[in-house]
């Protein structure tokens, strides 16, 4: 069986012709599971039912159970394990934020890089998701928010997985979810996150879309930034930098610069100083986000003051800055957590 959600518009009319059928087939079955949200081909009333059993023999739609579920009403936060066919699981968030409703979308099952500080990276890497199994996560959502009047509203790429290494279904999950035919998600409401894959991001700067760009950084030099990331000792903090500024020119779009912070590692007010140097003059805002513990981490997260203290460094220095007070925390929502915990913890 293939499952439709990995199919583009323009396979869906490859499809459709080689069945000898009109090619208005691909808009009908495109609007249905992307746009009515309908993952049933027999109730896709304007087929013929022979055409309708066929499909259903031939395709999966949205083929992932719901696993366990987590929810922090208070914050508005869901979390859901989403079982995919051949029995590994993928983690993804709602976060209900005044008019927001953001998906946060994972790219891999776990992930080949290995940042010290990341849940995922510690459970090595499984797999590559396919674009439609990037999609149904945002997918699953939209079907959920709209029976109770809503939609998704951003999709951002920041789930277990590194999103240019899985650079083809990435981009093709985003751009079916673009589609006009389907939720007609505008450019401009996705975020893909990077830890900094230098050709990924000269590839993404290359697409015609303008792709909200967020980078990982973590440390303002490269001897630092490689305890933390192994990746930085293939691209330097530099090489990073001039591939964003490339990004920029391309797409006019800021760049968001992600910096966990971490109790006595990265977080000195030197480090502040350093990031603010290197960040001046540049259309650039940092994202500060408190080391978020998981079981196996050895960090801690700083004082409240520690991360305000540091945060004033860089206002001091002209540089936008806002904190991501970890939503989801009481979820335990941070990357790759939920997964690690449902191991821990079986049924
Ligand atoms: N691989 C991509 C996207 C997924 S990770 C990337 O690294 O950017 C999304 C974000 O979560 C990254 O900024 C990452 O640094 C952050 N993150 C990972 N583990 C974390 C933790 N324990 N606490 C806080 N943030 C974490
Ligand atoms: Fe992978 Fe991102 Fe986690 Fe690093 S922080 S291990 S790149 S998912």
Redesign the pocket.
Known sequence: MRELLDLSPAELREYFASLGEPRYRARQVFEWAWKHLVWDFSRMTNLPVSLRERLTQEFTIGAAEPGASLMDAEEGTEKILLKLPDGEGVETVLMREEDRRTVCVS?QVG?P?G?A?????KMGFHRNLSAGEIALQVLFFARKLKAEGERVTHVV???????LLNYEATIKAIRNLNHPWGLNLGARRFTV???GIVPGILRLAQEGMQLNL???L?APWDDLRAEL?PLAKTYSIREVLEATEEYIRATKRRITY?Y?LISGVNDSPAAARALGKLLKGRLAHV?L??????PG?P?RRPSLHRVEAFKRELLKRGINVTVRH?RGVRIQA????LRAQLRANPG
């Open positions: 790219t992930c890089i940042c500080f990341c849940a995922t990276g790429l920041m789930g277990m997985g590194e999103p996150s990077t830890v967020a980078v990982s973590h990331v992600e966990v994202n986000i408190p080391f978020n513990p998981a981490l960090f970890s941070g990357c790759g957590q």
